[in-house]
């Protein structure tokens, strides 16, 4: 398979849902951008919690899990967040943060950073 983490260990199945530009036009865009980027044209969805915490409902619940997990991006609404071993978007059309040593360094409202 293209993306075996889709895959459920467990029975070998997938539980795939349909996403419709009129339904969600916003997460429609990212997955359509995903597949221009990557040629695959789905996004896995999943829980976002550590193990033995639960599921985040929060932005500071968010931010958390991010800080102390091995999550490189943080996407809160318009704002982007990347630990700093990444290199700066080249275009997100959103707030950007990037994260160093605990603390947001660079922060960018273009469209181009």
């Known amino acids: 398979t293209d ?6 260990p467990a029975d070998e ?3 795939p849902q349909v996403v419709t530009k009129e339904a969600n036009p916003r997460y429609y865009s990212l997955i359509k951008a995903f597949k221009k980027k990557t040629g695959v044209g789905c996004l896995l969805n999943t829980s976002f919690n550590l193990h033995g915490y ?3 409902n929060t932005p500071e ?3 958390f899990v ?3 997990s091995g999550i490189d991006v943080l996407v809160l609404n318009n704002t ?3 630990k700093n071993n990444l290199t700066k978007p080249t275009h997100v059309g959103t707030d950007v943060r990037v994260l160093e040593n605990n603390n947001i360094t660079y922060t960018s409202t273009s ?3």
């Not at 993306?3 to 459920?8: L, W």
């Open 54 to 56: 639960p599921i985040v």
């Open 61 to 63: 619940h968010a931010f």
């Open 80 to 82: 982007l967040i990347a």
């Open 111 to 113: 469209k181009s950073v």
């Open 3 to 8: 993306i075996p983490a889709a895959v459920h």
């Open 66 to 68: 991010f800080e102390n």
């Open 13 to 15: 199945t997938v539980r």
